[in-house]
């Protein structure tokens, strides 16, 4: 027989790169032990098990899973094997990976010149396995290719091209085993396993933000099944089927050898959890009953990446996971069953996700799942009917949602419709790691959406996720103000100061339910004598932010910045409402307060900058002031602002239908602010409806963060700030179908001018 040199190359890997590549080794070892069984005299060369072994930084946007180069290609032994085998993984598919497999097959090829260069396909786990060809053969400088599940067509190849015969394709198809039971164990003693949990260890320290679940070792690879019954349109769980070859969609180890390989890894290898890669561990009951069993009788725990399907797990299951697994992932994709069913072939119970949802929560076992937008053919009403329910199962139940896009892989369904349709807007095939969660790369025109949308949907679903909490209270010190601004919301109410005691016990009620962010606010809070005893007192109580939102006007004084500056707040916004002194005296209705907010505005730019404190200013819109923006960033930008946060004015207080200006006219003018004065000013647009703003709509995504407030009025009224504006907004007309519903209420209104004004607007 011959002898093999089974090589696990380093990988190189995009930032944003999808799924479990720290663990692709496990096919390797699979492989080893078939070529072992066969009689093949095997050496496994794995980067992932070399004593140095870790996760690198390599050039921006991308990272190095294993060794150097030069430290793999220092480890290839001196004699020739009859056959060199490069282990293949969706991983290794990419552009920057191949590029360095074609620098590994030259120096092998140099070395062994007779040698034969074999790529196979060896069985990781079949979520997005990316087709390849003779021509990535070519590419990377292979002779030959294996494609698909190795286990049983690996071991003749290589006798074959041992004893100098050739295939009578370069491409060689595998064929599937059928009883997995038949396979011998990974050959865990051909590689340094304790090298392994070290490079694990490595990984997990580097605390790389791609990581879906906890990688401290020690821990193994497992798979208990290979394949799926089932065949979405966007997935890969079984690429040989679609290419002719006949077998078994899905096949599963017996109860007895799972416990045999479970009992393994314990007793041998000391490992207490493994990570379950099967493409779909539920398929069967019995099956996961039987694994369940395995489990239990062990005491190992359980991690399981891909997600189950929820329409196939039983209550007791889920109840027998708690404490075995630290998450349940399920994988829904839309909440409509005619995408899941006709357009992605799922064929689920839509019901079923809500149902595992409630079982978790009452179980209390964390739960993710994964959704999916941008199938072709999905309408509009059907992709914001998935992001209301995502959060609607995560506000409900605490089920965590990850989104994604969907993303043709080559061999797909997704990919042949795609191509069919020309709706690519940037095609990309072989780099995919980055796009799935990162970058939608098709649109449907026909279907009314396109890839951008997606992406800023996607967006606004991730913020509402992590602002469902609330963080922040927004505590109005005063209803004393030596401005009268036309729009002010509390304006109306009686002028006093708040009665301090009873606001530093909110402080301290809040502070122990959890809330890190505080701003003071007013009226203006500098003219409240005890905004200094509450600034500290925030601080004593372990309040992480604290900012005070004043207009300047006290702080023309340098003492009285600087005694603001130091006071310990870690942030400080000055309100200013025009650019000379007509236009802001216009809006604050108060003789000379232009010229004192200016000096307001000098000092503290100068003195938070010397002390640490973030610097920025307010402007709240009205008819008489946005037109003249222009004129307005060029004087922040002589002043030294940094941050500016735009505001439409909101029909409270003061404010009427005459303040407010036409946020159709707005939204342009805000645009040309941003495209002259963003490379030197951070802005931020608030409370102006995100459709307005198409192509700048994450300059509003910090408007969603209302969520997560909680204002406070001097009367000690406590309300939610988005509840609280959402009272003057509502859903009309093009609503109806906006991606970005979820995170917008709508359009504010007067309710004088409403049943005029806004029925015109709509037509109704």
């Given at each position: 027989?011959?002898?093999?040199?089974?090589?696990?190359?380093?990988?190189?890997?995009?930032?944003?790169?999808?799924?479990?590549?720290?663990?692709?080794?496990?096919?390797?070892?699979?492989?080893?032990?078939?070529?072992?069984s066969a009689g093949h005299q095997?050496?496994?060369?794995?980067?992932?098990?070399?004593?140095?072994?870790?996760?690198?930084?390599?050039?921006?946007?991308?990272?190095?899973?294993?060794?150097?180069?030069?430290?793999?290609?220092?480890?290839?032994?001196?004699?020739?094997?009859?056959?060199?085998?490069?282990?293949?993984?969706?991983?290794?598919?990419?552009?920057?990976?191949?590029?360095?497999?074609?620098?590994?097959?030259?120096?092998?090829?140099?070395?062994?010149?007779?040698?034969?260069?074999?790529?196979?396909?060896?069985?990781?786990?079949?979520?997005?396995?990316?087709?390849?060809?003779?021509?990535?053969?070519?590419?990377?400088?292979?002779?030959?290719?294996?494609?698909?599940?190795?286990?049983?067509?690996?071991?003749?190849?290589?006798?074959?091209?041992?004893?100098?015969?050739?295939?009578?394709?370069?491409?060689?198809?595998?064929?599937?085993?059928?009883?997995?039971?038949?396979?011998?164990?990974?050959?865990?003693?051909?590689?340094?396993?304790?090298?392994?949990?070290?490079?694990?260890?490595?990984?997990?320290?580097?605390?790389?933000?791609?990581?879906?679940?906890?990688?401290?070792?020690?821990?193994?690879?497992?798979?208990?099944?290979?394949?799926?019954?089932?065949?979405?349109?966007?997935?890969?769980?079984?690429?040989?089927?679609?290419?002719?070859?006949?077998?078994?969609?899905?096949?599963?180890?017996?109860?007895?050898?799972?416990?045999?390989?479970?009992?393994?890894?314990?007793?041998?290898?000391?490992?207490?959890?493994?990570?379950?890669?099967?493409?779909?561990?539920?398929?069967?009951?019995?099956?996961?009953?039987?694994?369940?069993?395995?489990?239990?009788?062990?005491?190992?725990?359980?991690?399981?990446?891909?997600?189950?399907?929820?329409?196939?797990?039983?209550?007791?299951?889920?109840?027998?996971?708690?404490?075995?697994?630290?998450?349940?992932?399920?994988?829904?994709?839309?909440?409509?069953?005619?995408?899941?069913?006709?357009?992605?072939?799922k064929h689920f119970d839509r019901?079923?996700?809500?149902?595992?949802?409630?079982?978790?929560?009452?179980?209390?076992?964390?739960?993710?799942?994964?959704?999916?937008?941008?199938?072709?053919?999905?309408?509009?009403?059907?992709?914001?009917?998935?992001?209301?329910?995502?959060?609607?199962?995560?506000?409900?139940?605490?089920?965590?949602?990850?989104?994604?896009?969907?993303?043709?892989?080559?061999?797909?369904?997704?990919?042949?419709?795609?191509?069919?349709?020309?709706?690519?807007?940037?095609?990309?095939?072989?780099?995919?790691?980055?796009?799935?969660?990162?970058?939608?790369?098709?649109?449907?025109?026909?279907?009314?959406?396109?890839?951008?949308?997606?992406?800023?949907?996607?967006?606004?679903?991730?913020?509402?996720?992590?602002?469902?909490?609330?963080?922040?209270?927004?505590?109005?010190?005063?209803?004393?103000?030596?401005?009268?601004?036309?729009?002010?919301?509390?304006?109306?109410?009686?002028?006093?100061?708040?009665?301090?005691?009873?606001?530093?016990?909110?402080?301290?009620?809040?502070?122990?339910?959890?809330?890190?962010?505080?701003?003071?606010?007013?009226?203006?809070?500098?003219?409240?004598?005890?905004?200094?005893?509450?600034?500290?007192?925030?601080?004593?109580?372990?309040?992480?932010?604290?900012?005070?939102?004043?207009?300047?006007?006290?702080?023309?004084?340098?003492?009285?910045?600087?005694?603001?500056?130091?006071?310990?707040?870690?942030?400080?916004?000055?309100?200013?409402?025009?650019?000379?002194?007509?236009?802001?005296?216009?809006?604050?209705?108060?003789?000379?307060?232009?010229?004192?907010?200016?000096?307001?505005?000098?000092?503290?730019?100068?003195?938070?900058?010397?002390?640490?404190?973030?610097?920025?200013?307010?402007?709240?819109?009205?008819?008489?002031?946005?037109?003249?923006?222009?004129?307005?960033?060029?004087?922040?930008?002589?002043?030294?602002?940094?941050?500016?946060?735009?505001?439409?004015?909101?029909?409270?207080?003061?404010?009427?239908?005459?303040?407010?200006?036409?946020?159709?006219?707005?939204?342009?003018?805000?645009?040309?602010?941003?495209?002259?004065?963003?490379?030197?000013?951070?802005?931020?647009?608030?409370?102006?409806?995100?459709?307005?703003?198409?192509?700048?709509?994450?300059?509003?995504?910090g408007d969603l963060y209302k969520?997560?407030?909680?204002?406070?009025?001097?009367?000690?009224?406590?309300?939610?700030?988005?509840?609280?504006?959402?009272?003057?907004?509502?859903?009309?007309?093009?609503?109806?179908?906006?991606?970005?519903?979820?995170?917008?209420?709508?359009?504010?209104?007067?309710?004088?001018?409403?049943?005029?004004?806004?029925?015109?607007?709509?037509?109704?």
């Amino acid at each position: 027989m011959a002898s093999v040199l089974l090589l696990h190359p380093p990988l190189l890997l995009h930032d944003a790169f999808i799924d479990y590549p720290y663990l692709a080794n496990l096919g390797t070892w699979q492989a080893a032990a078939g070529l072992r069984s066969a009689g093949h005299q095997v050496e496994v060369l794995d980067a992932f098990c070399l004593p140095t072994s870790g996760l690198l930084r390599e050039r921006a946007g991308m990272i190095r899973l294993g060794a150097p180069l030069a430290t793999f290609t220092g480890r290839l032994p001196s004699q020739a094997p009859d056959v060199v085998v490069f282990a293949a993984s969706p991983w290794l598919i990419a552009r920057p990976a191949s590029a360095e497999l074609a620098r590994l097959c030259g120096v092998v090829a140099e070395r062994w010149p007779q040698t034969p260069i074999v790529v196979a396909d060896l069985d990781v786990g079949g979520q997005h396995v990316i087709a390849w060809d003779e021509a990535w053969l070519d590419e990377v400088g292979a002779d030959f290719g294996l494609r698909y599940e190795a286990d049983v067509t690996l071991p003749s190849l290589v006798a074959l091209l041992a004893s100098g015969g050739r295939p009578e394709a370069r491409l060689v198809r595998g064929t599937p085993p059928e009883d997995l039971d038949a396979l011998p164990l990974p050959a865990y003693d051909l590689v340094d396993m304790a090298a392994y949990q070290r490079f694990l260890g490595r990984v997990a320290q580097a605390d790389h933000k791609r990581e879906i679940f906890d990688l401290h070792p020690p821990l193994l690879a497992f798979k208990t099944s290979r394949g799926c019954a089932y065949s979405c349109g966007f997935c890969t769980a079984t690429p040989w089927r679609r290419d002719g070859v006949e077998g078994k969609a899905w096949r599963s180890y017996s109860a007895e050898r799972l416990a045999e390989h479970l009992r393994l890894v314990r007793d041998q290898l000391g490992v207490q959890r493994v990570v379950v890669l099967d493409e779909l561990v539920n398929v069967k009951a019995g099956h996961f009953d039987g694994l369940l069993d395995g489990l239990e009788a062990l005491d190992l725990r359980a991690d399981f990446p891909n997600g189950m399907r929820a329409d196939r797990l039983a209550e007791h299951q889920v109840r027998r996971l708690v404490g075995r697994t630290p998450v349940l992932s399920i994988s829904a994709e839309s909440s409509s069953e005619r995408v899941a069913n006709e357009l992605i072939g799922k064929h689920f119970d839509r019901e079923a996700t809500e149902r595992v949802a409630r079982w978790c929560q009452e179980a209390e076992l964390p739960l993710v799942v994964h959704w999916m937008i941008g199938t072709p053919g999905e309408t509009r009403r059907e992709i914001q009917d998935t992001l209301a329910t995502a959060f609607h199962l995560y506000a409900g139940y605490g089920a965590r949602p990850l989104l994604q896009f969907a993303t043709p892989i080559r061999g797909t369904r997704l990919f042949t419709e795609v191509e069919r349709r020309g709706l690519w807007v940037r095609r990309e095939d072989r780099d995919i790691g980055p796009l799935f969660q990162g970058r939608a790369v098709i649109e449907d025109r026909e279907s009314g959406w396109s890839a951008h949308e997606l992406e800023v949907a996607k967006r606004v679903l991730e913020v509402k996720v992590e602002t469902l909490q609330p963080r922040k209270v927004i505590m109005n010190t005063t209803y004393i103000c030596n401005n009268q601004c036309v729009f002010c919301a509390t304006g109306n109410r009686l002028p006093t100061h708040g009665e301090v005691a009873e606001q530093i016990a909110f402080m301290e009620l809040r502070r122990s339910q959890g809330f890190d962010l505080i701003d003071f606010d007013g009226g203006e809070p500098t003219t409240n004598p005890n905004l200094f005893a509450l600034l500290r007192k925030a601080r004593e109580l372990g309040y992480q932010q604290v900012n005070v939102t004043s207009n300047g006007r006290m702080l023309m004084l340098e003492r009285n910045a600087e005694k603001v500056v130091r006071s310990g707040i870690t942030n400080l916004l000055i309100s200013l409402h025009g650019p000379n002194p007509a236009v802001h005296e216009a809006q604050v209705q108060s003789k000379g307060a232009f010229e004192q907010t200016i000096a307001g505005v000098r000092n503290s730019v100068g003195l938070c900058r010397k002390y640490g404190v973030g610097f920025g200013v307010n402007v709240t819109l009205t008819k008489t002031n946005f037109p003249v923006l222009m004129e307005y960033g060029e004087l922040l930008v002589g002043l030294g602002v940094e941050l500016c946060n735009i505001q439409f004015v909101t029909p409270f207080g003061r404010a009427s239908a005459a303040t407010q200006p036409d946020p159709a006219l707005v939204a342009p003018a805000v645009k040309a602010l941003i495209d002259r004065f963003g490379d030197k000013i951070r802005f931020q647009v608030i409370n102006l409806p995100i459709c307005y703003m198409d192509g700048y709509e994450h300059y509003c995504m910090g408007d969603l963060y209302k969520l997560e407030r909680r204002m406070v009025f001097v009367s000690m009224e406590d309300v939610n700030l988005f509840d609280y504006l959402q009272s003057r907004r509502r859903h009309e007309g093009p609503c109806e179908d906006c991606l970005f519903k979820l995170g917008c209420e709508g359009f504010y209104y007067f309710p004088e001018e409403w049943n005029d004004e806004a029925a015109q607007r709509w037509g109704d």
